[in-house]
């Protein structure tokens, strides 16, 4: 049963969190995500550990809310949660000096020792929540709280309070898993003595790894892009997971990371030098004039600026920027680049700072303010990652209208849709290899296309810019999530109006277009009819020998098919038999013949002998047939049974009236040949309406007339054959 009164309680465990300590996209996540899940209709309760690094104008803010004791092991450690709300969201920090006051988050040699109480403490928490929140869901992030569904299957399950706890597992970026010495099994985690944790903890005979034990413990997995969760489920980029993550494919999803589009906005970021809009980007034009006075580069419009905001690190694409950036930099494309990593990339960049002095700045430090001007400056930023679960960066470029350059993969794909230059299409640009050739390649597309098409470029960069990246789609997607693992729990009418309004309209939309689909289709289909039955028309007049060929087979049949709509036409037109009418009807045909039989029969008039009149009235009664069918093609549908006996009736008429018509052609030489296809066509008219005066009688006559014409074909072929010899002869 639901409980209608009961929102979605969600404890979000993340390692750092915007504003108070970041390091990388996971921070970027966590401060922004919970918000838009507050802003959806659910409470969240966000877990960090309490660094030291944190300001003090957020720790004085703090408010203590509970103290216990977490045991790790054989120790018992201290644990405090700190509460702070901040911009409508509770935040609680995990509080032991012993292990989060330091000079920053990783890169200890206890680390395993420190995030295994982190998560034990996370835990533990859930017993001490303010009163009225009951967890549903624990949302852990990367190996630094993998270890908490673990936890919670092996110590706290069978607990009232803990048997409603589903537990979600993100997955920021594999290649960080959190492997240990197998020594933490039994002396940090006290799982040694449970045979299914410790197998399934472990990754190799000595070591365990905390990302594993989460894969299998938890309930749901998610990825923050959709690519990403079909990579990381290959070898080449599940650095050793990808058989487990295969198992678990049913548990697996992507979805797409968001951005804070409030404080990232050129139009209101007081960081910036000029704010801009999508509408006027004449302030964009001034960052970037003040950028390159800033960082020592020539001042000129005239130039692309291309900047890169970045670890150095093979992952990040570092090899290919090495391998392309002399080639880049002498081609005419000012280069800037902020970030700190791996020596030899560090020197590297210097080198070539060195080198092109005034086209090239290479700022080695980590600076966010500079960052944020680099985004508004620049026109081009380049993000050539070898893997990218998701990437933000990419993502904040094309919010201050800087085109990406990206390779494609992960998230890189999922965002950058690469420019086609015949639509017009795209948001920035892409290559798909990791190669730097094809970086370079890619790079030079971009250039050319802001030398040589402005508008086109600037057209670019106004589709980059109105991009929704907002949390609040990634949001109601983690709701779904949320959700489907608690049906009991009823969501609230703001998120499920919110999450129904584009699925009304996307089905309303077809149902409305059926009907003025369905006229066309009809309408094609009577067209193709028509073609198919026009066309054969046609080609007598281009190749008459060819056609003549298969002039006696389709004689009979056409005739019936002429019959048909002529006696359709006498069905829809009842009672309309007067002799006025019938006058009108034969002098309307006639100057129908007479028209068409020049078109069709110029040619054989000239060379053709005498002999050839008997054929070419039968070829002049196929083609008005033919045009007659295709003129009433949608009368012939509404034939009914009483049409079909007319129609047999009128057919029997025209074969017997056939006969007299070859008799009578032989004996007039050339000239006089249109009269007796005037004759024809009053046969013809005649014909039908004696077919409906006596309908019954047709069943007894059907065969014997449609016999002579059929035995009369073998001796116009005969006559085709001796006009065609004659022909070449002469």
Not at 104 to 120: I, L, N, Q, W
Not at 176 to 197: C, K, N, R
């Amino acid at each position: 049963m639901a409980y209608s009164s009961k929102k979605m309680q969600i404890v979000f465990a993340s390692a750092e969190c915007a504003p108070f300590v970041k390091t990388g996209g996971l921070g970027d996540v966590a401060g922004s995500l919970p918000a838009a899940l507050v802003r959806a209709g659910a409470e969240v309760i966000v877990m960090v550990p309490k660094y030291a690094t944190i300001k003090d104008e957020y720790k004085a803010q703090m408010e203590h809310f509970s103290d216990f004791y977490v045991s790790l092991g054989w120790r018992n450690e201290y644990c405090g949660l700190e509460k702070l709300e901040h911009d409508g969201v509770t935040y609680m920090f995990i509080d032991n000096e012993r292990y989060f006051a330091r000079d920053y988050p990783y890169g200890f040699f206890d680390d395993g020792e420190r995030f295994a109480f982190f998560s034990k403490a996370i835990t533990e928490s859930l017993q001490h929540l303010p009163v009225g929140f009951e967890c549903d869901i624990l949302h852990c992030n990367d190996w630094q709280t993998a270890l908490a569904p673990v936890f919670l299957r092996e110590f706290y399950q069978g607990l009232p309070l803990y048997d409603r706890v589903k537990t979600v597992f993100s997955i920021h970026n594999v290649a960080f898993q959190g492997q240990f010495s197998d020594t933490v099994m039994e002396d940090i985690l006290g799982v040694a003595h449970i045979p299914a944790a410790a197998s399934q903890l472990r990754c190799d005979a000595c070591s365990v790894n905390y990302m594993l034990g989460a894969l299998r413990y938890a309930d749901a997995i998610t990825t923050v892009s959709p690519t990403y969760a079909g990579e990381i489920q290959t070898p080449e980029f599940g650095e050793g997971l990808d058989g487990v993550l295969r198992e678990r494919s049913y548990a697996l999803q992507g979805i797409l990371n968001g951005i804070d589009v409030a404080g990232f906005d050129p139009a209101t970021d007081k960081r910036i030098a000029a704010n801009y809009t999508v509408e006027d980007r004449t302030g964009k034009a001034v960052c970037k004039a003040k950028l390159q006075e800033e960082l020592g580069l020539e001042v000129r419009d005239d130039r692309p600026l291309m900047v890169m905001v970045t670890r150095l690190t093979r992952q990040k694409g570092m090899d290919l920027v090495m391998y392309a950036l002399d080639r880049i930099l002498a081609g005419g494309v000012q280069v800037a680049v902020l970030g700190t990593g791996d020596r030899d990339y560090e020197d590297g960049l210097r080198y070539f700072q060195h080198k092109y002095p005034g086209t090239m700045a290479a700022r080695i430090e980590f600076d966010p303010a500079l960052s944020q001007r680099m985004y508004a400056a620049a026109d081009m930023f380049l993000m050539p990652s070898k893997f990218e679960p998701c990437g933000l960066s990419q993502i904040i470029a094309m919010r201050y209208g800087t085109l990406p350059i990206v390779r494609e993969t992960g998230g890189l794909k999922d965002t950058v849709r690469p420019y086609n230059e015949f639509t017009g299409e795209g948001t920035g640009f892409s290559f798909r290899n990791f190669n730097g050739d094809e970086m370079g390649d890619a790079v030079f597309r971009a250039a050319r296309l802001f030398w040589d098409n402005r508008d086109a470029w600037n057209q670019l960069v106004t589709q980059a810019m109105s991009q929704d990246f907002s949390w609040t789609r990634s949001a109601d997607k983690y709701l779904d999530l949320y959700f489907f693992m608690h049906p009991e729990i009823e969501r609230p009418a703001a998120v499920v109006e919110a999450a129904a309004e584009p699925k009304p309209k996307a089905e309303v939309k077809p149902v409305e277009a059926e009907p003025a689909k369905a006229e066309p289709e009809v309408k094609a289909e009577v067209a193709s009819e028509a073609e198919a039955e026009v066309k054969p028309a046609a080609k007598p007049a281009a190749k008459k020998t060819t056609t003549r060929k298969t002039t006696a087979k389709k004689a009979t049949t056409t005739k019936a098919a002429a019959s048909k709509t002529t006696a359709a036409k006498t069905t829809t037109t009842r009672k309309r038999t007067t002799a006025a009418a019938k006058a009108a009807a034969e002098a309307e045909a006639a100057p129908e013949v007479k028209a068409e039989t020049p078109a069709v029969e110029a040619k054989p008039a000239a060379k053709a002998p005498v002999k050839t009149a008997a054929k070419k009235t039968t070829t002049t009664k196929t083609t008005t047939a033919k045009k007659a069918t295709a003129a009433k093609t949608t009368t012939r549908k509404r034939s009914t049974t009483t049409t079909k006996k007319t129609t047999t009736k009128a057919a029997a008429t025209k074969a017997e009236a056939k006969p007299a018509a070859v008799k009578e052609e032989p004996k007039p030489e050339v000239k006089p040949e249109p009269a007796p296809k005037a004759a024809e066509v009053k046969a013809k008219t005649k014909a039908a309406p004696k077919a409906e005066a006596k309908p019954e009688p047709a069943k007894e006559t059907p065969v014997s007339p449609a016999a002579p014409a059929e035995e009369k074909a073998p001796s116009k072929k005969t006559s085709v054959r001796k006009a065609t010899a004659a022909r070449k002869r002469r």
